[in-house]
């Protein structure tokens, strides 16, 4: 009676899993794959919703005074309440196109490190925008199944998810999260130390977009073969008006370590407190990087010089915690069960 009443329920509403990320966020249909894409973005003007997603992050630094793009999310968790319902319910919505008279059951990963208040949040933002059920799932353990890594069997696995506000660290077997170790420092803090780079060094105002660009184009974790350089337009400080210069690889590198070496020592960490049974397993797996910062050029040198373990970058890091929520979807029939 039971499975006859579950089929029922399912018959009127449909399983989603979401990475709700600092930067993007990912929506995940059971049967379906990723259908939506977009930066966490809104941009408001009073009380009224202008734009969301990838047409709303277009306005960041470029919003008339009456106008602001808000980011809801930061380091992983919502700082917004209401912008972050908004958009939520936005995103299920277009991703979803009314596909049952009910709303989606949702799955959401989360940082590993947030609190309780945090996590009930996260949860009673879903239900406002519209779920009828909201289950979480903690992030590293959502890369680790998106990666295809073994997680249910007994053998250690280490994930490293470098996304827009954290960095989550876990070790993972049968199942479960051995010990993991979360930071407040992703690529948001990256682009940050940019633009404060570009002002020290260049007297050169840049917004987070521009600061973005050159992380992408030129930076690094560890020296290149073949150092790059490109032009930077922004405004000089002292004059206030526009102002182009050269930047190189080697000076946003250098900028970037103290960064990057908070990655660094949560990796060291949670090595530290990975029990000698399953340390065995890591010489031989090594780890594996996801996320969007695996993107960062030398982030895999860099780990495997400071660990000495085999590094692997995700076949698709962007996409590996939203394919976890999808296929921990696909694979228990039971999460939503009370």
């Excluded at 709700?20 to 919703?49: C, F």
């Excluded at 059951?105 to 779920?131: C, F, K, Q």
């Excluded at 999260?177 to 803090?189: H, P």
Aim: hydrophobic share 40%; net charge negative; glycine share 10%.
């Amino acid at each position: 009676m039971k499975h006859f009443f579950k089929k029922l329920a399912g018959m009127f509403s449909y399983d989603i899993g979401i990475d709700l990320g600092t930067a993007n966020t990912l929506v995940y249909i059971k049967n379906q794959g990723i259908v939506l894409r977009e930066p966490s973005v809104v941009a408001m003007k009073g009380d009224k919703v202008k734009a969301v997603g990838e047409d709303a992050k277009r306005m960041l630094g470029r919003t008339p005074g009456s106008m602001v793009a808000i980011r809801p999310l930061k380091d992983g968790v919502i700082a917004d309440f209401e912008v972050a319902q908004i958009m939520m319910r936005h995103f299920i919505k277009k991703a979803c196109q009314r596909r049952s008279l009910r709303g989606p059951r949702v799955l959401i990963a989360h940082p590993s490190g947030i609190t309780e208040v945090e996590r009930r949040a996260i949860e009673d933002s879903a239900y406002e925008a519209g779920a009828v059920r909201v289950q979480l799932i903690d992030e590293p353990m959502a890369a680790a199944i998106g990666c295809g890594l073994r997680v249910t069997e007994p053998i250690g696995n280490m994930i490293v998810d470098i996304g827009g506000g954290t960095t989550e660290v876990a070790i993972v077997a049968l199942s479960g999260i051995v010990y993991s170790q979360s930071e407040n420092c992703g690529g948001d803090a990256l682009d940050d130390t940019i633009t404060q780079y570009m002002l020290s060094s260049h007297n050169l105002l840049v917004g987070p977009r521009t600061a973005e660009e050159i992380k992408i184009r030129i930076g690094s974790a560890h020296p290149l073969q073949q150092e790059l350089q490109m032009e930077v337009k922004g405004r000089d400080r002292s004059t206030g008006l526009p102002k182009t210069v050269e930047v190189r690889s080697e000076e946003i590198r250098e900028a970037l370590q103290p960064k990057l070496e908070v990655i660094v020592n949560a990796v060291r960490k949670t090595l530290d407190h990975c029990p000698p049974e399953l340390a065995s397993d890591l010489y031989d797996a090594g780890i594996m990087v996801a996320g969007g910062g695996a993107l960062l050029r030398g982030i895999a040198d860099l780990l495997h010089e400071q660990t000495g373990l085999p590094i692997t970058i995700a076949d698709d890091p962007l996409s590996a915690v939203a394919e976890g929520t999808g296929r921990y979807l696909q694979e228990n029939d039971d999460v939503f069960d009370d």
